[in-house]
């Protein structure tokens, strides 16, 4: 930044004080709170669906009026590797909890929380190793992102084993070894398994419904378990198996209890595609940062996935090097992708990488939730000089 000397360093101290101000240090009296002024009543304990409109908490039965919503939310998911059972790890809360900066951090999984805590406990000191079982991290979105995002953590010191599994996990004293795919050794002081999630269903009663253990509430776009009878049961969040973001589970959980609350009233509740009773986003139009840097920002369809969803495109890519760019930091380097639905010639998918790219989303996302064709877009004129000049860029490599 100019005139902001260089190589000042972090406060690590500082930066886990302010981390945990956000959270309020996991107390959630604040919550509760707001909860009883909306006339929630909360219940501390471990609930049980234990019949119709039935959930059972610590010996006490609560009997809903009109329906159960679950929401239990997701829990990590821990790969079948030899002895990592018998160590001590992190998982996601403990990554962004801990109070200390450990010196050796190894992170197992390339994916969004792999790669975002590679690089917040790298750039706190920690000597970081990055094992990830794919070529490239965040393998799922657009090739490009995870070469960019591979620039970045490699710029912050981030030891990257892409291609690589852990065959072995061991305690070497204080500290935990894996061995690797390739023969390799990583000694770490924590072990970060950040392998993906599943929902959490486990013991929560609804065996007793006929349904499996462990395995997603599939439910419909009004959140409706659909394969229990009576209209009672609903679900919402992680627990679907669906979107599990934070943003798209309020979202399931806002239209989960507008169709309540109608089918409650003995109203009309249309659950066509979007309406007010139906979730249809969780499908085809979900947004998602990944806060590394360069930042990462995407919205709909990689092009791989539009056309396995049998959609011909037209995938147009831009360097983000605009007056707003330069302007906003020295040396700006970013990359952005449209995919159009050729023959309709709206835009499916959007994906942004470079500094605050962030803040683009949300353009995207209303141009993807709203089927936008480009030659709309191309009326919305961006401000100047911002980054969001970047979407003329992409209209005019587009053709228009």
Known sequence: VPGVPAGERLDPAAVLARRDSFTAGWDDAGQVEWAEGAGITVIRGYGRISGVREVSVDGRTLTARHAVVVCTGSTPVRPPVPGLAEVRTWSSREATSAKAVPERLAVLGGGVVGVEMAQAWARLGSRVSLVVSADRPLHRMEPFVGD???EGLVADGVDCRFGRTAQRVAEAGDAVELTLSGGERVVADELLVATGRRPATDDIGID???LEPGAPLAVDDSGLVSTVDGQWLYAAGDV??????????????????DVIAARAKGGPVDTSAWSPFSATADHVCVPQVVFTDPEVAFVGRTAEQATRDGIETEVTDVDIAVAGSALHADGYRGRARMVVDKRRRVVVGVTFVGQDVAELLHSATIAVAGEVIVDRIWHAVPAYPTISEVWLRLLEAYGL
């Open 208 to 210: 007793t419904l006929g």
């Open 240 to 257: 679907t198996g669906r979107a599990p973001l934070t943003h798209q589970g309020k979202y399931a959980a806002r239209v989960v209890g």
């Open 148 to 150: 960019l995002v591979t």
